[in-house]
């Protein structure tokens, strides 16, 4: 069974520039989470869709921040315009359901360096 | 606010004994997880405690005490391939909040 992707493994952009990040979530898992790490510090939460619906979003940090489902299967992050404290790497995460136990599986993560 | 407190780095001998301690003071709590995390790799997931007491998994156990806000990670019969980055994680509704994490370095 594959586990969760990411696409770029790398990307490096200038302040001001568009980047998307792509998920590929676990066949058949219905929850989809992105999560970031920031400059070494805690892995934190951005947002969970279930399906194609955005459960929670409240970790998303401002508006230039856009997370899209479309049918319920790949995600994709887009920053726009990005800055320099955009950088970091950016995890994406996938469960079949949302219990209490519910494991997350992990993607390899996305590293984004602003310039 | 929500934290998870755990050592940056901790240092072991080959086929010994370690223990990562975690604590944590969050709004809502499911459960604690541990992931390892190796450089420029995934996290992978570890164990997962929602009730207090000790889950054994092969050479890695973990522990939890609700009422102390604290759990642990045991490493046994240590391997090289365990140098890793391990993390504590509390389940809050959806997401996980996450400990800074803690670097193991194995010596020989």
């Known amino acids: 069974e594959a586990g969760v992707t990411q696409f770029p493994s790398h990307s490096v952009i200038e302040k001001g520039q568009t980047v998307t990040l792509r998920c590929d979530p676990i066949?058949?898992?219905?929850?989809l989470y992105w999560y970031r790490r920031v400059m070494g510090k805690e892995i934190k939460f951005l947002l969970h869709?279930?399906?194609?619906?955005?459960?929670?979003e409240s970790g998303m940090p401002n508006n230039r921040f856009l997370a899209e489902r479309t049918g319920g299967t790949y995600s994709t992050l887009k920053v726009q315009p990005a800055e320099l404290e955009d950088s970091g790497v950016y995890f994406c995460?996938?469960?079949?359901?949302?219990?209490?136990?519910?494991?997350?599986?992990f993607g390899p993560g996305t590293r984004l360096l602003v310039l | 606010g929500q934290s998870l407190e755990q050592p940056s780095e901790v240092t072991a001998v080959e086929g010994a004994i370690v223990q990562i301690n975690c604590t944590y003071q969050?709004?809502?709590?499911?459960?604690l997880s541990w992931y390892q995390q190796h450089d420029g790799g995934a996290p992978t997931f570890l164990s997962y405690?929602?009730l207090d007491g000790l889950e054994e998994t092969g050479r890695f156990s973990s522990f939890l005490s609700r009422s102390d806000s604290y759990g642990y990670l045991l490493l046994q019969e240590l391997q090289m391939k365990d140098s890793a980055s391990y993390f504590c994680?509390?389940?809050?509704?959806?997401?996980?909040?996450w400990g800074a994490g803690t670097k193991l370095i194995i010596k020989p």
């Open positions: 995460a996938s469960s079949q359901g949302n219990t209490e136990g519910e494991t997350q599986y």
């Open positions: 066949s058949g898992h219905d929850n």
């Open positions: 869709f279930v399906k194609e619906s955005k459960q929670d």
């Open positions: 969050t709004s809502g709590f499911y459960g």
């Open positions: 405690n929602a």
């Open positions: 994680a509390v389940r809050g509704n959806y997401q996980l909040i």
